[in-house]
Every structure is written in C-alpha cells, then in structure tokens.
C-alpha cells in the first residue's frame, strides 16, 4: 500500500509528513450527484500529520512516498473489524449456555464487550505504532508532484 505525502518537517532522522485522506467518493462517477459524494467535496480539507523516521535525505515542502506491506494491512485491518464482532458472539454464547440472565441483559453484556474490544484495540493499536512506523517505509515517488 502506497501514499504520497509532503514533508512539512525534518528533525534529523524524524520527518514529519502530511498526507490528504481520501474518501472513496472521489473514484466513483456518481460523486456529482450522490449526497455522501456531495458532502466529501465539503469537507475534502482534511489533512493526517505524523512524524516517521527515514535515513533518505529530504527537504521541507518535498514529496515522498509512504508504503507499508500489503500483508500488515490487511492483518491490522481484520484484527480492526473482525475482534468486535467475534466478541460480541462470544459473550453472547457463553452468557446464554452458563447464566441464567434474561435475553435484554445477555444482549446489553454482548454489546458492552463489544465496545470494551474497540477501546481495547486502541489502546493496543497505540502501542504497535512503533512498529508500525519501523514497517514503513519512505522513499523519493518517481513522480515528485501530487
């Protein structure tokens, strides 16, 4: 997975780069005429800035492209959507076949380790961005403009 992005800082070896998040509204041909396409035109300004490291020389103001190992992303992103929705079963399971708790209850459980799971995966999430940032890897794009 590939992303261009501007150096906006350099601090030795950290470079802080800022990169424009995308919707996928701007590939769809309906974009003009869809709401949800409509709406990502209003708040197209939106910027991601953070600080990785790199042993290539770069300059403030200067392109360069981010790439992490398809492999990560799909592991981060099924972990990200998957975890929730095993738990949610999970509790939901084991509170029907060993309590003897009503339906509205087993249910409220479910859904609070649910959202437990997602506070759970920031948290841990924070922590693997260390690892993260040693997965990436910054180099010079073939083509330097956006």
Same mark, same amino acid.
């Given at each position: 997975m590939k992303e261009l992005a501007q150096v906006v800082a350099v601090d030795g070896q950290r470079v802080t780069v800022s990169t424009q998040l995308k919707s996928a509204c701007s590939g769809c041909e309906q974009n003009t005429t869809c709401g949800a396409g409509i709406l990502s035109k209003v708040f197209s300004d939106r910027h991601s800035t953070f600080v990785v490291k790199t042993e290539s020389p770069v300059a403030v103001g200067e392109y360069v492209e981010l790439?992490?190992?398809? $492999? $990560?992303? =799909?592991?981060?992103? /099924?972990? *990200?959507?998957? /975890?929730?929705?095993? =738990? *949610? /079963? *999970?509790?939901?399971?084991? /509170?029907?076949? *060993?309590t003897a708790m009503t339906e509205g209850y087993i249910i409220l459980l479910s859904f609070s380790g649910f959202a437990v799971s997602f506070v759970a995966l920031r948290l841990w999430f924070r922590l693997r961005d260390v690892r993260v940032n040693q997965l990436l890897v910054v180099s010079t794009p073939a083509h330097p403009s956006p």
């Amino acid at each position: 997975m590939k992303e261009l992005a501007q150096v906006v800082a350099v601090d030795g070896q950290r470079v802080t780069v800022s990169t424009q998040l995308k919707s996928a509204c701007s590939g769809c041909e309906q974009n003009t005429t869809c709401g949800a396409g409509i709406l990502s035109k209003v708040f197209s300004d939106r910027h991601s800035t953070f600080v990785v490291k790199t042993e290539s020389p770069v300059a403030v103001g200067e392109y360069v492209e981010l790439s992490i190992p398809e $492999q $990560q992303v =799909t592991r981060f992103a /099924l972990l *990200l959507y998957g /975890l929730p929705v095993v =738990t *949610l /079963l *999970l509790f939901a399971s084991v /509170l029907t076949s *060993l309590t003897a708790m009503t339906e509205g209850y087993i249910i409220l459980l479910s859904f609070s380790g649910f959202a437990v799971s997602f506070v759970a995966l920031r948290l841990w999430f924070r922590l693997r961005d260390v690892r993260v940032n040693q997965l990436l890897v910054v180099s010079t794009p073939a083509h330097p403009s956006p």
